[in-house]
Structures are given as structure tokens and as C-alpha cells.
């Protein structure tokens, strides 16, 4: 009697699991792990665990892989032979992250319009046109009419359903790919300039940090957003872990992964969780944000002794930095009810979670910070020929840069009392370095941003405590 397989798994890349079981022939069958139904990212044990029951659920009978397809064998039409029975079997069998935004965008914005009832093959340009033009006059659910943005998105699903029947040859050509020119808006907000009003101010970003009347887990969350300038999903799924106090001349944080909530077709019923899905980040980008020092100071004040208040334990290092009262990632619906509340709390006007986003990028280049090294740590670099894989700024080049950014001043009365010496002042490693630096600063032809005075603790920092060439603090101007 042969040994009992097992089933294998491995991690093909960070976060992306691969599971693996033996057929009877002998051969190998493979596939991708689903995201964790809790949200939580897939470590080897469950991973080890999910490809046993894969192998024992195929020697018992109980799955059954799917027949291979016959070379040079007819293709079959699609069940329904209409655009919308073709368009939905297409996203159900949809396997990456975001598949249920395509199955959502077939569902609620194809299906009931005329067009799903058009015989497949019969389609032309005209029906997609008639199509996109309803779309335009269609009622959105948050107000006024569907933006440009969302329309889109819509037609770019319809037309890579499209793609793919013309590759299993259901179609010879595809009517996508002969719409008129316009005939799908522009990618652009839905009220041009409103991201303009989107902008914190020093004072509000000081209110939103240090308010008491806020909740202290959500002021955290509000300082990492700002101080790195990430979307909201990579700040939810960031894990201690991810925080290296010890990097000179600024602590470093990694962002490599989002988390967002699995979008469902119809209400989540009563008493059911939604489901979070933990993939890489919107851009597939790993970006490494120097910790600022206002930063520094409220990370190691948390770790030291408000996580363990809240939660009632010491965090570990797989732990989120900043999750819900609940132990999970936090989710963009409920955080942005919940900055609806805190901006009223503290008499702000309430502003979008993306806000923070745009607040760190247009702060930081009115300081005259670099753009390409702001742009490193916000976004995925862009990548013209080899050469731009050396030409990456140098770390300490990013930290400088990053110093620019004014986040105010700490509170006297903040101090983190139960942090280590070593997390309350990593954050001021840049400022005891600034005089090593100077010099290749100015050679460089940079303002400098000046030397730090306040010793070695974090309490009370801010721009407008360090000696330089500028006495008042980045973007703002002396009267």
C-alpha cells in the first residue's frame, strides 16, 4: 500500500498561496487559494490544511476536477445564448481578487437593461452604444446621475467578457472594439475640482491626531494615513510586522498589502460579517515610507500601552497595527462613517478617507519636497527602461524629503509613557543626523531643512523647532 497523499502548498508570492493534489493518473493539479473567509492572511498552517482537505475530499469522491477540453472539439455556445447569460456565466467563473466587482457590475448595471436580452453573436456597436448612453442617464444610488469613473468601469467589464468569448471563438470579432471614439467617458471625477475641497489643514490634521475626542485606535489610524500618505486599504492591513523602528535615519514601515471588503450581490444577511480580501496593493507596488517623527511618536506610545489597553494583551507582530474593535481589518464603508463623526466631533468639515491621500502629496510638494521621492513611497514608480531599476533615491535622500512634511506639533501632554527609549526616539534619528547631512544637502543645491534641537526624546517636535535655513514650518508662510 503506497503512502497517502497529502496535497502540497506553497507561497508563490507574498500573500498569493498556491494548493496542489495528485490525481489518480499521477498527474499534478494546481490552483490558487481563495482569500480566508475571517479576512486574516493565509499563513502555512491553513494553507497545509486547505490542500489535505483538497486531496482527501478528491480520493473520497467528493470533488471532482472539471473535464479537460478536447482539441479541435466545437466550442459551446453559452448557456442562454444572450449577452447577459454569456457576460454573467463569464464573471461567475472569474477567480482573482476583485471578481465580484465584475459579477457586481453584470448584475446590477447589465442585467435588466436590453442589451442582456440581445442574442450574443447578434450584438453590433450599436446596441453597446445605446447601452453606455443609458448608463449615462441612469439615477446613481449616492445622487445625481452614474459618474464618468463608474461608467467606465461598467463598459471595461462588458468588453473583456466580450474579449473573452471572441477567444473561445463565440465571436469572431468583438463590437467593443469598434465603439466611436467618446462613445465611453473619460476616466474623471464626477464634479471636476472637488478633490481640491478633499485637503486637510495643519490645524485639522492636529485635531484629527490629538483630539481626545476621538478614539485613540482611530487617531492612530488617522496619523499613519497621513504620515505615508497610503490609501486606506494598505494603512487596514498594515501589521506590526511591517514596522522596523530601528532603520536609520528614519523608522521604516512596508506597504505591501491592501485589504477591502468582498463585494456580495444582495444584502449580507443579519448577523453575517462581510468578507475581507487581503491582496497586494492597488498597484501591485511594495512601497517603504520613512516613519516621520510625529509618527514615531504615536506608533511607539501605542505599542507600548494602547493596543494592550484595548485589547487586553500585547501585540504580536502578525497583528494589525490599527484594527477594529473586533480584531479584524478595518473596512473603507465603516471608517468613513466613523471620520464623518470625529471630523464633527472636533467641528471640522467632514471630508472623504482618500482626503488624507491627497493632503500628504500636495503638503509635501508645497514644501519642495522631491517628487520623484514622494512619489516612491505613494505610488508605484514608473518604469520607462532598465536604466530606472538603478535610479531608485537613496533612503536617506526619501527621509530627508519626508521631514518636509508638517504634521504639527506633539501635544506636551502626549508623551508615550510605557514605550521603549528606542521606539520613542527612532523617529528622531533623522534630526540627530541632519548635521552629517548638511553639507551634501547644500552641495546638492536643497534648502536644508535644518537641525533639530530637541534632544532626543520625541516629545513636543515640529518643524518649527529646528534651526535652518527655515524658521517657519514647511508649507506655511511667515507673516
Not at 210 to 217: E, L, V
Not at 345 to 373: C, F, M, N, S, Y
Not at 408 to 420: C, N, Y
Not at 433 to 444: M, P, T
Amino acid at each position: 500500500m503506497g503512502r497517502r497523499r497529502t496535497g502540497t502548498a506553497w507561497e508563490k508570492s507574498p500573500g498569493v498561496w498556491i494548493a496542489a493534489i495528485t490525481l489518480a493518473d499521477g498527474t499534478r493539479l494546481t490552483q490558487r487559494m481563495k482569500p480566508r473567509p475571517n479576512g486574516q492572511p493565509i499563513d502555512k498552517a491553513y494553507a497545509d490544511a486547505r490542500a489535505r482537505e483538497w486531496q482527501r475530499a478528491y480520493d473520497e469522491g467528493e470533488w471532482k476536477p472539471p473535464p479537460k477540453p478536447v482539441p479541435g472539439a466545437p466550442v459551446q455556445p453559452p448557456e442562454g445564448h444572450t449577452t447577459g447569460g454569456w457576460a454573467r456565466q463569464w464573471a461567475e467563473a472569474l477567480t482573482h481578487a476583485t471578481a465580484a466587482d465584475d459579477l457586481y457590475a453584470v448584475t446590477q448595471y447589465l442585467e435588466g437593461d436590453p442589451i442582456a436580452a440581445r442574442p450574443l453573436q447578434a450584438l453590433t456597436t450599436a446596441d453597446l452604444v445605446g447601452w453606455v448612453e443609458r448608463l449615462k442617464a441612469r439615477k446613481s444610488r449616492l445622487g445625481g446621475t452614474l459618474a464618468p469613473r463608474s461608467i467606465s468601469r461598467f463598459a471595461g467589464t462588458l468588453g473583456r467578457a466580450l474579449d473573452h468569448a471572441v477567444s473561445l471563438g463565440l465571436l469572431p470579432t468583438s463590437p467593443y472594439d469598434r465603439l466611436p471614439k467618446g462613445t465611453i467617458p473619460a476616466i474623471r471625477d464626477k464634479v471636476p475640482g472637488a478633490r481640491r475641497t478633499w485637503r486637510y489643514s495643519i490645524e485639522e490634521i492636529s485635531a484629527l491626531l490629538w483630539d481626545r475626542r476621538i478614539p485613540r485606535d482611530r487617531r492612530v489610524t488617522y496619523a499613519l494615513a497621513f504620515a505615508t500618505g497610503g490609501r486606506f486599504s494598505e494603512i487596514a492591513a498594515l501589521r506590526w510586522s511591517d514596522w522596523e523602528p530601528a532603520v536609520q535615519p528614519l523608522g521604516r514601515l512596508t506597504l505591501s498589502r491592501g485589504v477591502t471588503e468582498k463585494r456580495r450581490i444582495g444584502k449580507r444577511p443579519a448577523g453575517t460579517p462581510p468578507e475581507r480580501v487581503e491582496k497586494g496593493t492597488k498597484t501591485g507596488a511594495v512601497k517603504e515610507a520613512p516613519v516621520h517623527p510625529v509618527l514615531a511618536h504615536v506608533l511607539a506610545a501605542w505599542r507600548g500601552e494602547g493596543w494592550q489597553a484595548l485589547f487586553g494583551r500585547a501585540p504580536t507582530p502578525t497583528d494589525l497595527i490599527v484594527p477594529n474593535r473586533k480584531g479584524a481589518a478595518r473596512l473603507a464603508g465603516s471608517s468613513w462613517n466613523l471620520l464623518q463623526r470625529d471630523c464633527t466631533a472636533v467641528g471640522i468639515r467632514p471630508r472623504k478617507l482618500h482626503g488624507t491621500r491627497h493632503t500628504t502629496i500636495r503638503q509635501a510638494r508645497d514644501a519642495g519636497a522631491d517628487r520623484e521621492a514622494i512619489r516612491g513611497i505613494t505610488h508605484a514608480a514608473p518604469s520607462k527602461d532598465a536604466f530606472d531599476g538603478y535610479d531608485d533615491p537613496s533612503w536617506e535622500r526619501v527621509c530627508r524629503e519626508v521631514l518636509k512634511l508638517d504634521l504639527g506639533a506633539i501635544p506636551d501632554d502626549s508623551a508615550p509613557d510605557s514605550a521603549t527609549a528606542a521606539e520613542a526616539t527612532s523617529g528622531n534619528a533623522m534630526e540627530r543626523s541632519e548635521s552629517e547631512i548638511k553639507s551634501s544637502r547644500a552641495a546638492s543645491g536643497r534648502a536644508a531643512s535644518g537641525t533639530c534641537a530637541s534632544g532626543s526624546s520625541s516629545r513636543g517636535w515640529s518643524p518649527a523647532r529646528c534651526r535652518g535655513t527655515r524658521s517657519a514650518p514647511p508649507g506655511r508662510r511667515r507673516s
